[in-house]
Structures are given as structure tokens and as C-alpha cells.
């Protein structure tokens, strides 16, 4: 199996999901994230399976998703933003075409909002953010082949960027 052209790291709010998506489209390949792998295999939100079932239990419904996704999808892929917190999962991603998407609290505030249902921001959501990037950029920059700063960028020039990055082609149009 072709392993994803690309893979897209980052923390809430980074644009994984949008500039992703602008990004397969430009490669004229298909576009996966592994959050809403999960939400579908769980039929519920990534919220109520924290307070349903507890982090654990996620991680792991996370740590098969991503094994799955980068074992069967081609094309663009998103990880949620925690997913490189597990050692297999950056074992797993080692040579592939990773991008961290970094991203400040304050642009990341402006994009979601610290009051989207995010389980990990419940109680002092910028501190709580700022605690988990703190212990995760270490890991995203590991795993990463190249870092794109979306901070004031559209997610079209994140797009690009992340093309520029990886030294990829754009498929051309019909």
C-alpha cells in the first residue's frame, strides 16, 4: 500500500482539517482525518467518548485509527492533535511526509474558540493549551519533516506553504 502523500500535525486550531482538505485538492488526491474516523467508528462526538468511556479509551480508539489510516489512505491525512503523545504512533510515522502545523494560542483562540467542545481545554482553557503544547511541540518538531507557522495565514497560503515545504507538485487540472 502507497503510504499518505502527506501527513498533517498540529494542535486545535493549527487548520489541520481546512488547510488539509485545500491540500488534497490541490494534489488532486483524497483527504482522511482521524478524528472523524473515530467519531464514525464510535457514533458520537470525540467529547461524549471522553466522558462516556475516558481518555484511555480514546487514545486507544486513536492509536488504531491512525494505524489504520496510514496503512490504507494515499492521500492527505489529518491526525488529532494528541495522537503523537504515543511512542507507536511516532514510530509508525517515522519517514513519512509529516508536517507540524504550529500555531500561537492567540490565532488558535480566533479559530475555534477556547469554548469548543474540546475535552482536554474543559477547566482554564489557555493555560490547559498552553500546558499541552508545552509537552507536545517536542513531538510534533520529532516527528516532523517540516513546521508551517500558520499564525496570520489563510489557509489557502497554508496550503502552499506546506506544498513549498515538502517539495510537492500540484496535480494538474482537467
Known amino acids: 500500500m502507497t503510504p499518505p ?12 482539517s481546512t488547510a488539509g482538505a ?7 488526491t483524497a483527504y482522511r482525518d482521524t478524528d472523524a474516523d473515530i467519531e464514525r467508528a464510535a457514533g458520537k462526538p470525540i467529547s461524549e467518548i471522553f466522558i462516556d468511556e475516558g481518555e484511555p479509551h480514546f487514545r486507544e480508539l ?19 492533535g494528541g495522537a ?3 511512542a507507536g504512533t511516532r514510530a509508525l510515522l517515522a519517514g513519512l511526509p509529516v508536517v507540524f502545523l504550529d500555531v500561537s494560542l492567540a490565532d488558535a483562540v480566533r479559530r475555534v474558540g477556547l469554548d469548543a467542545p474540546r475535552p482536554l481545554l474543559a477547566v482554564n482553557p489557555r493555560q490547559r493549551w498552553r500546558e499541552l503544547m508545552e509537552a507536545r511541540r517536542p513531538l ?3 516527528v516532523a519533516r517540516a513546521v508551517v507557522t500558520t499564525d496570520g495565514r489563510t ?3 497554508v496550503a502552499e506553504a506546506v506544498l513549498d515545504a515538502l517539495e510537492l507538485r500540484i496535480a494538474p487540472k482537467d
Do not use: F, N
Not at 486513536?62 to 489512505?73: K, M, P, S, T
Open 5 to 16: 502523500a502527506v501527513v498533517i500535525v498540529g494542535p486545535p486550531g493549527a487548520g489541520k
Open 22 to 28: 485545500l491540500l488534497a485538492e490541490r494534489l488532486g
Open 62 to 80: 486513536e492509536r488504531q485509527a491512525v494505524r489504520d489510516a496510514v496503512a490504507g489512505h494515499a492521500g492527505v491525512l489529518s491526525l488529532g
Open 84 to 86: 503523537i503523545m504515543d
Open 140 to 142: 510534533y518538531t520529532e
Open 155 to 157: 489557509p489557502e497560503d
